[in-house]
DNA sequence: CTACTTGCAAATTGTTTGCATGGAC
DNA sequence: GTCCATGCAAACAATTTGCAAGTAG
């Protein structure tokens, strides 16, 4: 998504930051992804490509790219502490991550916007953003123990 | 609640694991809070009434615990990664995080588990936990805003 | 007694930051 | 040329762990 892309950098340069070398290729690895990634996994992808770049710059750069909106970051199941970032566009995931295999599931933002609009409505709050964790077992494990429970 | 504190207790025996004054204290800091509190908080309290407790004793205690089932775990923002505690009694909590005053509005648990529910039906999972955390204003800082706009 | 627990300090993990150098504009 | 950005290493914060000493059962 080159388009993605050019969009991003005028958005940094209208906002007085300089567009830098790495800053493009972070922007180049996040929009070739569909899902969350990691701050290591967004490193060793830009290392590839530039194996000068270090942690500390993906990690600046990862915030700064959240604080403009570019970005999206939220937390995941099983290792809750351990932040994951997308691109903002399409629409936001959730996961329920399975005790069994460790596979995610995705949950579409449909759900938890529908909880949102509820909460609106009952409370009066407003809501900016939302973070959804689920654990439980994957459609393949339910299936599974079933079965085993069933034989 | 030393009924609770009662039946923790004897579930520790029932499992083979000791009743130590460590043990005994936290359940009576967990027994005596409505709302999650994060290990230093459960540390700060423990630590009033037995100074010789190390904190590293409350997390090894907390995460007995919520194997045990005794108490429920989760996260919230805006510290996202630091982990909080309370009692598995009562109805589950989740939260919005007020941007503006910091305030907790508490989200009862009967609209996540209709998130939870529609996840089942939809997807075939099996949903073990759920922890959602939601951004925004509360009730106040809404009303607050509205005027504001308006006014 | 014996195995489980504790306290302490050190180790881990994920992320941030100070500082001197380097580079975009 | 002027700041902003980078890389490095050290700092931080939350949590976990190795180990020797202590204690519940």
């Known amino acids: 998504m080159p ?4 969009e ?3 958005l940094l340069h209208a906002r007085g930051f300089k567009v830098t070398p790495q800053r493009t290729l972070i922007l180049q690895v996040m929009a ?3 899902s969350y990634l990691d701050a290591d996994e967004i490193f060793a992808l830009a290392h590839t490509q530039d194996a ?3 942690l500390a710059t993906v990690y600046r750069t990862l915030n700064l790219f959240a604080e ?4 999206d970051h939220r937390y995941v199941e099983p290792e809750h502490r351990r932040e994951v970032f997308r691109m903002s566009e399409g629409p936001e995931q959730h996961y329920l991550t399975c005790v069994r295999c460790g596979k995610r599931t995705v949950i579409h933002a449909d759900l938890l916007n529908q909880m949102a609009n509820e909460l609106v409505r009952r409370k009066g709050v407003s809501v900016i953003s939302a973070c959804a964790c689920f654990t439980g077992y994957c459609a393949e494990c339910t299936a599974a123990l079933k079965r085993q429970k069933r034989g």
Chains 1, 2 share one sequence.
């Open 3 to 6: 388009h993605l892309i050019d």
């Open 8 to 10: 991003a950098e005028a």
């Open 32 to 34: 070739g992804q569909t």
């Open 52 to 54: 000068s770049i270090s």
């Open 68 to 71: 403009l909106g570019l970005i």
